[in-house]
């Protein structure tokens, strides 16, 4: 039996409750930020600034990983730009998909993540940009909120790390990581990064493991 075919606002309400449904998800992650970010050392609005203008996941908790664990900020920064360097790969595929002009590409720009990339490029004709504003709103927005939420919370507990909150940040970045190694190449870059990284750790201090480990796997990730 035949399914029949959405219409386009069917097709389009679809895309909105996907696109939130994401932002809850990849939002939730945020309040494991906040509290890392806090336990790492930084203030409240620390967390929140780094939530609002650097706004990529794997690059904050690289960033506040780096930091928890005594490295420099020169380290930690270097980490945090090598890990949010892939978004420039998605902003040269999306300009070609979406047509965004003037000061709205300052938004697309800030916008420009996994999930909205995502949601954008697998979009029905016609909802590509609907699925890209839709999806980066949704997860902007909730990843902040969880931020204040995560920091705020943490900032009260007195010393987080007797939680063992200073272990959101491993646990967390897997989680980030795990929808992007289902394939078998992608998989074996992962496990090629973390072999190098773990072999540094022992010779080099915090921040230039991932540092390392990132340079080793970025021939194998633009090879054809």
């Known amino acids: 039996m035949r399914r029949r075919a959405?219409?386009?606002?069917?097709?389009?309400r679809a895309v909105v409750r996907d696109a939130v449904g994401i932002g809850v998800a990849v939002g939730a992650y945020g309040l494991s930020f906040g509290a890392a970010a806090v336990t790492a050392g930084l203030s409240t609005l620390q967390a929140c600034a780094l939530s609002l203008l650097v706004f990529t996941g794997a690059s904050q908790f690289a960033l506040v990983g780096v930091l928890g664990a005594g490295g420099s900020v020169l380290a930690a920064v270097a980490?945090?730009?090598l890990l949010g360097s892939r978004n420039t790969l998605y902003a040269v595929r999306l300009s070609a998909l979406l047509p965004v002009r003037g000061v709205r590409r300052v938004a697309a720009a800030q916008l420009t993540i996994d999930e909205s990339t995502g949601m954008a490029t697998a979009a029905p004709r016609g909802l590509e940009l609907t699925a890209f504003w839709?999806?980066?709103?949704s997860v902007y927005v909730l990843w902040n909120l969880a931020t204040l939420?995560?920091?705020?919370?943490?900032?009260?507990?007195?010393?987080?790390?007797?939680?063992?909150?200073?272990?959101?940040?491993?646990?967390?970045?897997?989680?980030?990581l795990a929808p992007q190694v289902?394939?078998?190449?992608?998989l074996g870059v992962a496990v090629a990064g973390a072999?190098?990284?773990l072999a540094a750790v022992p010779l080099f201090p915090p921040g230039v493991p991932v540092l390392l480990a990132g340079l080793v796997v970025l021939p194998l990730l633009v090879r054809p």
């Open 6 to 12: 959405l219409s386009q606002p069917d097709q389009r």
């Open 134 to 137: 839709a999806t980066g709103a």
């Open 182 to 186: 289902r394939a078998r190449r992608t």
């Open 149 to 176: 939420l995560g920091a705020v919370g943490a900032a009260r507990l007195g010393d987080p790390a007797v939680l063992g909150l200073d272990a959101a940040v491993p646990a967390a970045f897997l989680a980030l």
């Open 79 to 81: 980490s945090a730009l």
């Open 195 to 197: 072999l190098v990284a």
